[in-house]
């Protein structure tokens, strides 16, 4: 039986791009040899790079001036790669939760780094508002999901100096003005593919402003002087994103995606608001629509989790126990989720409060 997967990542991808790619593995275009097995130099893999990216630029509106790059190291590297290019003097970070912290630890080590607002004292349940940004800061870096606390931006927000943003957990599930920032990256592996390949969409004249010297490998110029294509790149990654990208596409684009994601966490926490045994952990407006956290209401917070956990496990969902930080649960509802899914899981939840209340 095919399961319902609310897993924060990797996570569902689109049914179709998983058999297109499993089909490519077997024999790509029937020109008999896998995916597994071309060389990244071939004809074949460079048609899926330049469609990938194509693809990604039409998708989201990217302006001229930006270089789309697919590179290894997920959103991990960014956190170092982003100061090393960019961070001269001062930056500013939005500590939003774990991800954002991360990237600040990584940040330090290239310059100064200011905590322009924080959400840490009410254990990042909401986006901070009404700060002033400095303007003499190199960047501003934000994370507009934050993927354990399930909270995200919901706009875009206006900045005086370069705005940087880690996507990677809601990348293409809404549409962003990418002229307001100068760098977005994310792993790939919630909305646009598999693990094992990171996106980033960059300004191409905010480069080569920093003083330090910057390894080959970790310097921007190199990858967009090469087209992803310096070293050898995670060949099967891009074509699952090619695929997924195709998908997108097919249903109607950024739009048509943000809609269903609107309708499909309504149906969620609309039930987690009605149902006495959930609470919703995350500030009302700042709810995110790709990762919706909840715990047991104080009526039954003595309750074990594993309880519902496994009761959703028996009902064919998986994934849904919520980070350490935040207990509870997280059902993680990214593009690919069907309606069908959501639905599933509010049906599980009216039928464990039957049993339970
Ligand atoms: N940023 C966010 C918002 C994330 O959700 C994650 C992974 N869950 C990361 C960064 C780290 O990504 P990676 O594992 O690709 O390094």
Redesign the pocket.
């Known amino acids: 039986m095919k399961k319902h997967n609310f897993s924060?990542?990797p996570s569902i991808l689109p049914r179709v791009a998983v058999e297109n790619a499993a089909k490519a593995v077997l024999d790509l275009n029937g020109i008999g040899l896998s995916v597994l097995e071309i060389s990244h130099r071939t004809k074949d893999f460079e048609e899926v790079l330049d469609e990938a990216v194509a693809l990604f630029k039409e998708l989201l509106h990217i302006p001229e001036g930006y270089s789309v790059l697919f590179l290894g190291g997920?959103?991990?590297m960014q956190f170092c790669m982003v100061p090393f290019n960019l961070l001269e003097k001062k930056a500013g970070y939005i500590n939003t939760g774990v991800?954002a912290k991360k990237a600040m630890k990584e940040a330090k080590l290239f310059g100064e780094v200011e905590t322009v607002a924080s959400s840490e004292d009410r254990n990042f349940s909401y986006i901070p508002k009404g700060y002033a940004i400095p303007s003499d800061l190199d960047y501003l870096h934000i994370?507009t999901?934050?993927?354990i606390f399930g909270t995200e931006y919901k706009t875009d927000i206006d900045s005086p100096v370069t705005l940087v943003a880690?996507m990677?957990?809601d990348i293409l599930s809404r549409p962003v003005d990418v002229s307001k920032y100068g760098l977005i990256y994310g792993?790939a592996?919630k909305n646009l593919g598999p693990a094992g390949v990171?996106f980033v969409i960059v300004r191409d004249d905010i480069l080569g402003k920093v003083s330090r010297a910057i390894p080959s490998m970790l310097d921007y110029r190199t990858h967009v002087a090469g087209g992803s294509m310096f070293n050898t790149p995670p060949v099967f990654p891009i074509y699952v994103v090619r695929e997924t990208l195709r998908w997108l596409k097919s249903i109607g684009g950024v739009p048509a995606v943000q809609k269903l994601n609107e309708e499909k966490a309504a149906i969620l926490y609309d039930e987690i608001d009605r149902n006495p045994m959930f609470v919703g952990t995350a500030q009302r407006e700042d709810r995110s629509l790709m990762n919706v956290c909840f715990v047991y209401s104080d009526e039954y917070k003595d309750m074990d989790t594993a309880e519902f956990v496994n009761f959703a496990k028996e009902r064919g969902m998986v994934g849904i126990k919520g980070h350490r930080l935040v207990g509870g649960f997280r059902a993680s509802i990214y593009n690919a989720m069907p309606k069908e899914s959501v639905q599933a899981l509010v049906d599980c939840m009216r039928e464990f409060e039957k049993q339970y209340a």
């Open positions: 924060a990542g997920g959103a991990s991800w994370t999901n934050n993927t880690d990677s957990s792993g592996q990171t």
